[in-house]
């Protein structure tokens, strides 16, 4: 059994995807990150980033309970556990790798750190914002170059390196891309969309964001925010 630690953020679904797909059974639990469950000893024992998603695999290597922590490194676990979703053959296993390495050291934090700017962060960041913009609009369409070339990121087949990057791609409307300049981009996020496995994705997605994400940003303090955002006091300058 596979035990998942996260919340609805689009790292914790793209291993959400990589469960339905394999058909894995898991339980998912929770991590209030407003309230500040992240930072628990039992928690920080799972993953001592203090981030998620984490799992913990009752059924490791040699049998035994193993924890993974970082959405990049689950996905390549659960794929060599299970011989999925990454090729054998050396060429197409290294250029999955390549992709899923473009994901997790681009898409994934410029595309966030464009979130934060222009919805978190307050008045006076126009340099952040026209950064961060710049950098997105930019690799996403390295993205959809790619993706005029190829049916998917890694080749033909669907991989682990489609799975990192389709929670980021189909939040093209809250990071204002034009889609229209995004033609292959939008072909391969609506391929992926009609899979079952980001069907119920998307339902997981959406019971955690009306459920328990929403009502922990809801009740959230001042000073909650400014420890999930880590600013105010908690920064460090």
Not at 190 to 209: G, S, V, Y
């Amino acid at each position: 059994m596979i035990e998942l630690y996260g919340m609805a953020s689009p790292n914790v679904l793209k291993v959400v995807l990589m469960l339905e797909e394999l058909g894995l059974p898991y339980n998912f639990h929770h991590v209030n990150m407003i309230a500040g469950d992240q930072y628990s000893p039992d928690f920080l024992a799972i993953n001592p980033n203090g981030k998620v998603p984490a799992i913990v695999d009752s059924d490791g290597p040699g049998g035994k309970p193993f924890t993974v922590f970082e959405s990049g490194a689950i996905l390549m676990y659960l794929a060599d556990k299970t011989g999925r979703f990454w090729p054998t053959e050396p060429r197409a296993r290294h250029t999955v790798a390549q992709w899923l390495m473009f994901q997790m050291a681009n898409v994934g934090p410029m595309s966030g750190q464009f979130v934060h700017f222009t919805r978190a962060a307050g008045e006076g960041n126009d340099y952040a914002v026209a950064r961060y913009t710049t950098e997105t609009r930019r690799i996403y369409g390295v993205l959809d170059k790619r993706l005029a070339e190829s049916r998917y990121l890694g080749g033909d087949e669907y991989s682990i390196a489609d799975i990192a990057t389709w929670p980021w791609g189909k939040r093209h409307e809250t990071l204002k891309l034009r889609m229209e300049e995004h033609p292959n981009l939008a072909r391969w996020i609506a391929e992926i969309q009609a899979r079952p496995a980001a069907r119920a994705t998307d339902a997981k997605e959406e019971a955690l964001r009306t459920g328990l994400d929403g009502q922990a940003f809801q009740a959230a303090t001042a000073d909650q925010l400014d420890r999930f955002y880590i600013r105010g006091r908690y920064a460090r300058t």
